[in-house]
């Protein structure tokens, strides 16, 4: 169960990102996070992960408060950055995804076991030694998220996860995220690309003005996606109805 009450966050500079932010999820799920620019869609995954605590309310996640319980968090919950240059920091590809599983302290053969088999997950077996500076940036994307499965988390959050895919990429990337979620694992995608996911939804939060505006099912949502400011599906606007987005 991931559950929030009343949860607010305001930022040094004084900017109220989260302003009562309520909802709860059933786990494992296949949520969509959605809404304007500067709703808090990525305030709000930052603080699932744990990163900041909020300024207000309370966040639960599997029972834990990840501002809390950072170390259970960290292996429970992974974050994939909006910009994967945020979150590679390694020299290289291996040591790169090699960086969760060792910071959770596992012993070496589980960090080489693991590493392998999120390289050959993501394609990435043959640049496990290449430098992350020389990757492309769909590559980065790949080891971004081959670095997050590695540290096999329940919880998985996408943080514009398309941005700057090509069609390959994005359905590849679509076919992992379901994956994912078929493994019983809970993901949560922020994206103004809803096109792309909503049909898989099990659940879609809508934010605006830092709380949240709507949260359903795909179907009761979809139709009422413009009234906060987030495209709806072409399907839906042409009539048809919720289209998987590969079916289209
Ligand atoms: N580091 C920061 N310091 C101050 N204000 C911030 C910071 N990061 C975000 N904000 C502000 O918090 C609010 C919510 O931002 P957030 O990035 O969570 O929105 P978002 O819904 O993810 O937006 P987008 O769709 O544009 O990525 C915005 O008003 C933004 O300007």
């Given at each position: 169960m991931i559950e929030a009450n009343d949860l607010h966050f305001t930022y040094p500079?004084?900017?109220?990102?989260?302003r009562g932010v309520t909802f709860r999820v059933a786990t494992p799920a296949f949520v969509l996070l959605c809404g304007a620019n500067g709703q808090g869609k990525t305030t709000l995954l930052h603080l699932l992960a744990g990163l900041f605590p909020p300024s207000g309310g309370s966040l639960r996640v599997f029972g834990l408060d990840p501002s809390r319980d950072a170390q259970a968090v960290r292996a429970r919950v992974g974050l994939v950055f909006q910009d994967p240059d945020s979150q590679i920091?390694?020299?290289?590809v291996a040591e790169d995804v090699a960086f969760g599983p060792e910071n959770l302290g596992l012993a070496r053969d589980v960090v080489r076991r693991r590493v392998d088999q999120a390289l050959a997950r993501f394609g990435l077996e043959a640049l496990g030694d290449k430098p992350c500076h020389a990757l492309s940036g769909g590559e980065k994307r790949r080891v971004a998220l081959a670095g997050v499965l590695a540290v096999d988390p329940e919880l998985v959050l996408f943080d514009e996860p398309f941005t700057h895919l090509d069609w390959a990429g994005s359905r590849a990337l679509l076919d992992a995220l379901l994956e994912i979620r078929r493994e019983g694992r809970t993901v949560v995608v922020s994206t103004h690309d809803v096109e792309k996911v909503i049909a898989h939804a099990e659940q879609v939060l809508v934010l605006k003005d830092g709380r949240v505006a709507r949260c359903g099912s795909p179907a009761h949502v979809a139709g009422e996606l413009a009234r906060y400011g987030v495209r709806p599906p072409c399907s839906v606007l042409l009539g048809k109805g919720l289209q998987p987005w590969l079916a289209a």
């Open positions: 500079d004084g900017t109220s990102a989260l920091l390694s020299e290289t």
